[in-house]
């Protein structure tokens, strides 16, 4: 198949040379796909892996317009964003192409807060925004000449029920083309999705899949260890260490202990939470993008948002509440189709979470902790299996009726033997069971 290049495309020549300046590589499927759709004014619902070009998809569109009528005066586009962290992401990227294509006078902002809508009185060409904000900013700002929206990893937006500011978003500016970009949209959403944006092509190229093929899911076993013991272990591992670490955490309370053991590591580390300010979080991405950082602690917080393509692993030191945003988590490596790997932490209470994440397509491999650090093992974690708690209904009936079977009283010659072999033929049966199950199911073949 022939590769999509920029140039092929019915693209504005200033915002042409721009993206040569760039040396770009040819257009990821998504950006062949959406990047037309958009420049035929299309409004589209677009589903793809983490980190397979949808920002550019969306920018490139709009720099376009801009570039063929410079003179035009208001907003033209509003980019909804979950997250401040992605918000000065998306300043940043939409800045820089700007600046590549010689757009002098080309402007863009980011409301972070509610102080900046309302003393803000300047009309930026492209107005960026979270869901919370976008309310006073059309109370502040005439929106009337807003001819594009765009929803940003829309279904974190929608995780954290911002639906009715979409929904209102949309209403207020019927004009306007709607654009919904996501890794990920359940069949639940995508109805209401639709209409909302009243989209003519819905553009899915995620295969069912939130994370690409190149990612692998390494599940860690922690074998009775604390999570910070887990943790610096897994970092004293020579693949691990061998480039740029992204740690999570799901409470700011864990953020602490992950970065006392990254500290024990020996590891220099940034680390960025919900509460920071514009210049904590910017000097954080700059110290770990440049190098200066191997190792950034952060919370889920962080996990949109941060486009940064040389990420050699992430760990998940606990898992998050909500199992979409694990998968998010595990695309912040493994950009743009390079090699990455997600490492979870596992202790007894995640297991149930951890089938749960194997079901969605974390296809895991299994290591486990060791006294001398971390290893390959071969299959899950064993002892957790091995629990009686909590033990398998259908397996607990079936050896209460091979003992009720042989009754206590007077024992036979061979009652042990027999029972033993009760229990044995009923354990048999259970795991045929389980193997039934899972072939219908179509399964992983590993289970945890």
């Known amino acids: 198949m022939n590769e999509i290049t920029f140039a092929s495309l019915d693209i504005h020549p200033d915002v042409l040379a721009g993206l040569k300046s760039l040396a770009l590589k040819p257009l990821s499927p998504v950006e062949a796909r959406a990047i037309p759709a958009l420049l035929a004014g299309k409004a589209a619902v677009v589903i793809s892996p983490t980190g397979s070009g949808k920002t550019f998809s969306y920018l490139v569109p709009i720099l376009d317009t801009y570039a063929r009528d410079e003179k035009f005066c208001g907003i033209r586009a509003i980019i909804v964003v979950p997250t401040v962290v992605l918000g000065y992401q998306v300043k940043d990227t939409l800045n820089r192409l700007a600046k590549a294509c010689g757009f002098e006078r080309f402007s863009t902002y980011f409301y972070a807060s509610q102080k900046e809508t309302e003393t803000r009185s300047a009309r930026p060409d492209v ?19 807003v001819t594009r929206i765009v929803f940003d990893e829309g279904d974190m937006i929608l995780f954290d029920g911002f639906l009715g500011e979409m929904e209102e978003a949309c209403a207020s500016l019927p004009q306007a083309r709607k654009s919904f970009f996501s890794a990920s949209l359940g069949s639940q959403w995508l109805t209401a999705v639709k209409r909302m944006c009243r989209a003519d092509e819905v553009i899915d190229l995620s295969n069912g ?23 610096a272990k897994v970092l004293a591992d020579p693949i691990v260490r061998s480039g740029p670490i ?3 955490v799901s409470r700011k309370e864990e953020l602490k202990e992950a970065e006392a053991a990254v500290r024990s590591s020996g590891l220099k580390y940034m680390s960025i939470a919900g509460d920071l300010d514009k210049r904590a979080i910017n000097r954080a991405v700059r110290e770990f993008s440049a190098g ?4 950034l602690v952060c919370t889920d ?55 749960g994440l194997q079901r969605k397509g974390a296809a895991f491999t299994f290591m486990a902790v060791r006294k001398e650090g971390v290893a390959r093992v071969k299959s899950a974690p064993q002892s957790h299996l091995n629990s009686t708690q909590g033990q398998n209904a259908y397996l607990t009936k079936a050896i209460a009726q091979a003992k009720r079977e042989h009754p206590l009283g007077k024992v036979k010659p061979g009652y042990k033997k027999k029972i033993k072999k009760a229990v044995k033929v009923a354990k048999i049966k259970h795991r045929r069971k389980i193997i039934r199950t899972n072939l219908g199911k179509k399964d992983l073949s590993h289970g945890v």
């Open 127 to 145: 107005a960026i925004v979270t869901p919370r904000l976008f309310r006073p900013l059309t109370r502040s700002l005439d929106i009337s000449t």
């Open 209 to 231: 899949r939130i994370n690409g093929a190149n990612i692998a899911h390494i599940l860690v076993d922690l074998r009775g260890a604390s999570r910070q013991e887990g943790l």
């Open 246 to 248: 992204m740690v999570f």
């Open 292 to 295: 200066r950082a191997q190792v």
């Open 301 to 355: 917080y962080a996990s949109r948002g941060l486009d940064l393509p040389s990420v050699n692993a992430v760990i998940s030191y606990t898992l998050p509440k909500d199992q979409g945003y694990y998968f998010h988590r595990a695309g912040r490596s493994g950009r743009f189709d390079a090699p990455g790997t997600s490492y979870v932490l596992c202790a007894k209470e995640d297991l149930t979470d951890a089938r």
